[in-house]
């Protein structure tokens, strides 16, 4: 019963919505012309005057009744601006696809291109798709895979246009927002690489550190990770000189510090209320030598200033450098015994 009740609204509220039709257009628009240069005339005054959807009107009509009409290409184009105007973004990059797939010579080509971009843009800011991709019913799913699909495609036909590099930032930051953060950082390096002076390449920078530390924050402290985040941090600082979004990337990599020496803190502090000194001292040092610039290394100071702490680090200390010459006497007696060893089989044979 509870489903039917769900069921029942959502299938009236998609009938509303079925009933409507998808351009809403006046009386003059139902005229029927012989030709095409008819339609076309009608559809370009209407675009003048920004009644998009009678400019919708008019080249439907004419790309279904007059296919083979030289018109019929730039038709096209026209209907995917038309469509862009009003929002209706699916149709418009249909339009925009049939126009570059049906004219040998698209004489909007970076245009038709920088409009896929745009359209790229809106899904990706959250603008909804159609149900099912039917005109007629509501706009309910997110368009974040046709965002990437239609950077793709401006990256792939424009690989060296400026264009491409936006395309891969918005890509890049794209992935970032869905958790695909391996393909996140590939494409953002590959910005870097292919566009190595544009305004965007800082920028992507930042991005590289911004997803290894939200990585950090969502999946696992990798230390590995923070090593990748330093060497792109070095790289930064040597491309760019003096970049002021340079202090970013340091603040990314500060918060990965602060995710691993956490983890440190919290099992030195185990062992402190466990009452196992020496072993917590071991853990509070490692925050000092290895994240200094980290809260809990001021933490751990505090605690490794304390006069039992100071005891048992010197403890540990001693214990290190027994371990350190009882391992350095060892490698001198195998060194020892391979060269008797050498000795013994370079001695001359014998025989009687």
């Given at each position: 019963m509870v489903k039917r009740r769900i069921f029942l609204p959502l299938m009236l509220m998609l009938a509303c919505f079925a009933s409507t039709g998808v351009y809403a257009v006046s009386v003059e628009a139902n005229v029927e012309y012989e030709n095409a240069s008819d339609y076309y005339r009608?559809?370009?005054?209407?675009?003048?005057?920004?009644?998009w959807r009678e400019a919708c009107f008019y080249g439907e009509e004419l790309v279904a009744r007059f296919p083979d009409s030289p018109l019929s290409f730039e038709t096209y184009f026209t209907l995917g601006e038309a469509s862009f105007n009003l929002a209706s973004y699916e149709k418009a990059n249909e339009f925009f696809t049939s126009y570059l797939k049906n004219d040998p010579s698209p004489k909007y080509f970076q245009k038709t291109l920088a409009y896929k971009f745009s359209i790229a843009e809106a899904f990706d800011k959250g603008h909804k798709k159609h149900l099912f991709g039917v005109q007629k019913l509501p706009k309910l799913?997110?368009?974040?895979?046709?965002?990437?699909?239609?950077?793709?495609?401006?990256?792939?036909?424009?690989?060296?246009?400026?264009?491409?590099?936006?395309?891969?930032?918005?890509?890049g930051m794209l992935l970032l927002k869905q958790e695909?953060?391996?393909?996140?950082?590939?494409?953002?390096?590959?910005?870097?690489?292919?566009?190595?002076?544009?305004?965007?390449?800082?920028q992507a920078y930042v991005g590289v550190c911004q997803v290894y530390a939200t990585h950090y924050e969502n999946v696992f402290a990798d230390p590995d990770y923070l090593d990748l985040a330093e060497i792109n941090l070095r790289k930064f600082k040597f491309d760019f000189p003096g970049e002021s979004r340079v202090q970013e990337c340091e603040s990314f990599i500060l918060s990965m510090k602060e995710y691993l020496a956490a983890d440190l803190y919290e099992i030195g502090d185990f062992y402190r209320r466990t009452k196992k000194t020496k072993a917590a001292a071991i853990y509070f040092s490692k925050i000092l030598k290895k994240y200094p610039e980290t809260s809990f290394a001021t933490k751990a100071k505090r605690f490794l200033a304390k006069k039992e702490f100071q005891s048992a680090l010197e403890e540990v200390k001693y214990e290190q450098e027994e371990e350190k010459q009882a391992l350095e006497k060892k490698t001198l007696e195998q060194?020892?015994?391979?060269?008797?060893?050498e000795q013994y089989e370079e001695m001359p044979v014998i025989e009687n």
């Open positions: 009608r559809m370009v005054t209407s675009m003048q005057e920004k009644h799913l997110k368009g974040y895979e046709d965002a990437i699909a239609l950077y793709d495609e401006v990256i792939t036909t424009l690989p060296r246009d400026p264009l491409a590099a936006r395309s891969l930032y918005q890509k695909e953060y391996t393909k996140s950082i590939d494409t953002l390096q590959t910005l870097i690489r292919r566009f190595p002076r544009h305004a965007l390449t800082p060194r020892d015994d391979s060269l008797l060893v």
